[in-house]
């Protein structure tokens, strides 16, 4: 069965240090999709970064990362430069190719200090 | 020029109503996802249609029926609400996976949707 793991329910980091939040995953497939999404208290789903299973680059999108190790199943999301606007909720997610549905983990809380 | 846009925003009403929530995409997506988030944010899968056609019904309550117009339409229908249906109801497009890749799906701002 395929899981998502996020062992940090939440984390507190001084504005304009960088950030690294966990997940793992587990998949028998060879074939998956990686994702991270931003949920602001406004509520909102903002997606931020894609990573394939077959992708050999980290993804990379502006302030964030990807660091993706295949071999450890862990896509760990990485924020440069922290900002206030960056406290919310993060979610970890996968998607099978073989499946329709994404499985998310329970998601990381994270809090930017002034 | 919202990608997936849900209406309500909000809805507050009382137990044993039936109410729908709407959604639409203008992104051009073949596949139409509504998932429901709990109390404890718990992101969980409810439905998916992909071109009017259901793909994916999990274990959720047959008081909870959706129906897809046409591909840029997913709406959710919920009939008899209990208390425990209290959450927020997202919406969420994506291209359909082909080729090897996976699509990202997009999500709408959500519905909160409180039962009394």
């Known amino acids: 069965a395929q899981k998502i793991t996020q062992t940090q329910p939440g984390m507190f980091v001084q504005e304009k240090e960088a950030v690294t939040l966990d997940c793992t995953y587990d998949?028998?497939?060879?074939?998956?999709?990686l994702f991270w999404y931003k949920q602001p208290s406004s509520g909102e789903m903002i997606f931020l970064i894609y990573?394939?299973?077959?992708?050999?680059q980290n993804a990379t999108e502006g302030r964030y990362s990807l660091n993706f190790q295949k071999a450890r199943k862990s896509a760990n999301l990485v924020i440069s430069a922290s900002q206030l606007g960056d406290s919310a909720m993060y979610f970890c997610?996968?998607?099978?190719?073989?499946?329709?549905?994404?499985?998310f983990g329970k998601g990381t809380r994270l809090h930017i200090l002034p | 020029d919202t990608a997936v846009s849900q209406t309500p925003k909000y809805l507050v009403t009382q137990m044993g109503n039936d109410k729908s929530i709407k959604c639409e995409q203008n992104?051009?997506?073949?596949?139409m996802y509504w998932y429901k988030q709990d109390s404890k944010k718990f992101l969980k899968i409810m439905f998916s249609?992909?071109?009017?056609?259901?793909?994916i019904n999990e274990t959720v309550p047959n008081r909870f029926s959706p129906k897809s117009p046409d591909k840029a339409h997913l709406n959710l229908h919920i009939n008899s609400l209990e208390l425990g249906d209290s959450a927020v109801y997202f919406c969420?497009?994506?291209?359909?996976?082909?080729?090897?890749?996976?699509?990202?799906?997009?999500f709408g701002p959500g519905t909160r949707l409180l039962v009394l």
């Open positions: 998949t028998s497939d060879q074939s998956y999709g």
């Open positions: 990573q394939g299973s077959y992708d050999e």
């Open positions: 969420a497009s994506s291209q359909e996976t082909s080729g090897g890749v996976v699509e990202t799906q997009y």
């Open positions: 249609y992909n071109n009017k056609e259901l793909i």
């Open positions: 997610a996968m998607k099978s190719i073989w499946d329709d549905k994404i499985i």
């Open positions: 992104l051009g997506h073949d596949t």
